[in-house]
Nanobody, 124 residues
Framework: QVQLEESGGGLVQTGGSLRLSCAASGRTFSSYAMGWFRQAPGKEREFVATVSWNSATTYYADSVKGRFTISRDNAKNTVYLQMNSLKPEDTAVYYC?????????????????WGQGTQVTVSS
């Protein structure tokens, strides 16, 4: 069983920054890609970013490319999402997820474990 716990969300002004963290339990963290998704009110959950098992490869949604950075520390069983130049449209609940693969999947069905989410609110 894998448990994921997100932290670091909050309220920030447009142009500000936040760093999300996702702590994972379990021994197999380092073998799988990890991802971040988000869900705004009334919208479907969407892909944000993913990082491969060894950090060699990352992939981002076009909407966050150049502003967000995903990283991981396998020694700490933690994945991060650094969010800069935040916009009101980034407001959502952000979810951490563990992939079923070691590379960089972007579809929800390619992830099998999910955290409870952390709220990010960007005020204009």
């Amino acid at each position: 069983q894998v448990q994921l716990e997100e932290s670091g969300g909050g309220l920030v002004q447009t142009g500000g920054s936040l760093r999300l963290s996702c702590a994972a339990s379990g021994r197999t963290f380092s073998s799988y890609a990890m991802g971040w998704f988000r869900q705004a009110p009334g919208k479907e959950r969407e892909f944000v970013a993913t990082v491969s098992w060894n950090s060699a490869t990352t992939y981002y949604a076009d909407s966050v490319k150049g502003r967000f950075t995903i990283s991981r520390d396998n020694a700490k069983n933690t994945v991060y999402l650094q969010m800069n130049s935040l916009k009101p449209e980034d407001t959502a609940v952000y979810y951490c997820a563990r992939s079923t693969r070691s590379t960089v999947p972007i579809r929800r069905y390619e992830y099998d474990y999910w955290g409870q989410g952390t709220q990010v609110t960007v005020s204009s």
